[in-house]
């Protein structure tokens, strides 16, 4: 029966795509699935700020048993995408786990101004919460802004709690959203002069021993050293030349150049979390993950058990030399070998073909556009300040006051609805007055407003990605789209957040327990993952899920 499904699915998928379309269906001696058991274990990973032309640029330089592993013995969705906007790490990780987007999950960004409360709020915040782990306040986080269960709650829902959920990340907001509300725990770096692994009393009130024990080794500090490039810097063809305009590098090194002496960097770059911003960061998150496995004995029984992680220093890297540089590439090339080593942990402990992974980004970046300026490719420089000062005076001009907006922020302009009350104003003329305005203001490529959100179904653009990202109670009035390759950033490093390829096409590779071998160039999007995962477990979707299971991705 499973066979003929699986043929029916390849022929329909052969005939529909066209010549374009490559799904590889047959089972090779690789392709090792148990019988009709379940995986013992999931792990989900997250690499933050991953293009997918990573997975390709950087291929020579990989080894056999990271990415190219995931490659050889997997499937690989080539045309993935983020389906709405903004492309931020809390929104990107949220919908990856919730199988949603912002309109129902509710993370509309990193940070977001709260309506109700009338203050900004961060995703991960919650003040009534005590840190454990550290005397800061770095751990008082939980995730509860997240409006629906991830895949991970619904297993443990599922298993009557018997299923453990642990997230690991250098970002707080990378472990606490993917782990989901019924978590076991989850664990972020707190750096600083500390470098701990912390978590809140959320999840518990002490670490366990083997958190307070890894915490107690040289791990973190072990990686104060010098970062040189894995391979001769002279092989890195794939990147651009070391030394150039583009990146920002560290304090108290004149060029950002390798090699470069963390021991000698770390007291003017936030001590510990200069480790953050390097290639070790993620060394030290696979450090940590395989002492979760150890520690919780996670995938050594047979309720199924959901590790996730999510590699920050990615992000970090890129922020800080962008997406052309020796050092994003270095970072790559070291995160396969990571990866490597965590799928070596995971043969010899769960065992070969026991364990399901799925690797994919929270959103991708851009090319740094002073880059790109040099190469001729329309781009630019945003100041959001000016824009914002144009707008309040034209408010001011026409309405008399200077407070008809109370906030502006991810690219949304928040009203005061006292004031518009006071004035006497009808909402939905002064949000149309503002978009008849903006349209016209260099760099704005697009305007909608709340109204048109709320009141029209699209289906293909950019005003779909927007609508999907449009929270009615959360998010704002008036919502302005930026010009391709336009930014307000500094002129070193990358950054994200749109709606364009750029930062919407993320790597999606599975593999291990029930996954098929192959390939597709259908396109599919975020959401879609966890119900995928979800239908592999024979578990309930997530409460909001909006995506479709990848069936030809099952085996
Ligand atoms: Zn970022």
New binding site residues.
């Given amino acids: 029966m499973k066979k003929i499904f699986t043929l029916i699915v390849s022929i329909t998928l052969f005939f529909s795509c066209g010549s374009q379309e490559k799904v590889a269906i047959a089972k090779t001696s690789i392709n090792y699935t148990p019988v009709d058991e379940k995986p013992k274990l999931v792990v989900g990973i997250v690499v ?2 991953m293009r997918y032309d990573y997975l390709t640029r950087f291929a020579s330089k990989f080894g056999e048993g990271g990415f190219k592993r995931m490659i050889r013995e997997g499937f690989n969705c080539k045309n993935n995408h983020f389906n709405y906007v903004p492309t ?2 809390g929104p990107g990780h949220a919908s990856v786990y919730t199988g949603t987007t912002p309109k129902y999950h509710g993370i509309i960004s990193n940070n977001w101004y709260d309506k109700d409360i009338k203050e900004t709020v961060y995703c991960a915040q919650d003040d009534s919460i005590a840190s454990v782990g550290t005397e800061s306040d770095a751990g008082k986080m939980s995730p509860h802004r997240m409006l629906t269960t991830s895949f991970a709650d619904e297993n443990r829902l599922f298993t009557q709690m018997r299923g453990k959920s642990i997230g690991v990340a250098i970002k707080d907001r990378g472990a606490i959203l993917p782990a989901g509300h019924a978590a076991n725990a989850a664990y972020w770096f707190h750096g600083k002069d500390e470098g701990v692994w912390i978590t809140s009393t959320f999840y518990t009130t002490a670490l366990p021993q083997w958190v307070k024990d890894f915490n107690d080794s040289d791990a973190a500090e072990s990686y104060f050293k010098v970062w040189n490039t894995y391979q001769p810097i002279e092989s890195y063809k794939e990147s651009g030349s070391d030394l150039n305009n583009f990146e920002r590098g560290f304090k108290g090194k004149e060029t950002a150049t390798f090699p470069y002496d963390l021991e000698a960097l770390k007291s003017e770059n936030g001590g510990f979390d200069i480790l953050k911003a390097t290639a070790y960061g993620n060394s030290l998150t696979v450090d940590f993950a395989i002492a979760a496995l150890k520690g919780e004995s996670l995938g050594q029984d047979n309720d199924t058990d959901v590790l996730a992680v999510s590699f920050s220093s990615t ?2 890297v ?2 800080n030399f962008g997406v052309n540089s020796k050092e994003i590439q270095d970072t790559y090339v070291r995160l396969d070998r990571d990866l490597e080593r965590l799928f070596n942990y995971l043969d010899e402990t769960v065992g070969k073909g026991a364990y399901t992974v799925f690797l994919t980004a929270d ?1 991708g ?1 851009v090319h740094v556009p002073a880059y790109l300026q040099s190469v001729n490719i329309p781009s630019g420089y945003l100041d959001y300040n000016d824009r914002k000062e144009r707008f309040v005076a034209f408010l001011e001009s026409n309405y008399g006051s200077k407070d008809v907006v109370e906030n502006v922020s991810n690219n949304q302009i928040f009203f005061n609805k006292a004031k518009l009350k006071e004035l006497n104003l009808n909402i939905h003329d002064v949000e149309q007055a503002l978009v008849d305005e903006q349209i016209g203001y260099p760099n704005i490529a697009k305007v909608y407003t709340a109204t048109t959100m709320n009141s029209t179904n699209y289906t293909t653009g950019i005003e779909a990605l927007l609508q999907n990202g449009f929270n009615q109670k959360r998010s704002g009035d008036v919502i302005v789209v930026d010009d391709i390759a336009h930014i307000a950033y500094s002129r070193t490093g990358s ?2 957040g749109s709606g364009l390829n750029y930062d919407t096409h993320v790597p999606l590779l599975f593999f291990g327990a029930g996954i098929n071998h192959g390939e597709t160039y259908n396109k599919t999007v975020i959401p879609d993952i966890a119900p995928t995962i979800s239908a592999l477990l024979g578990i309930s979707f997530p409460n909001g899920a909006t995506g479709e299971v990848l069936g030809f991705v099952l085996d």
Avoid: F, K, N, R
């Fill in positions: 933050d700020q931020y790490t992000d970090y890129g922020h959103h970046a950054t994200h």
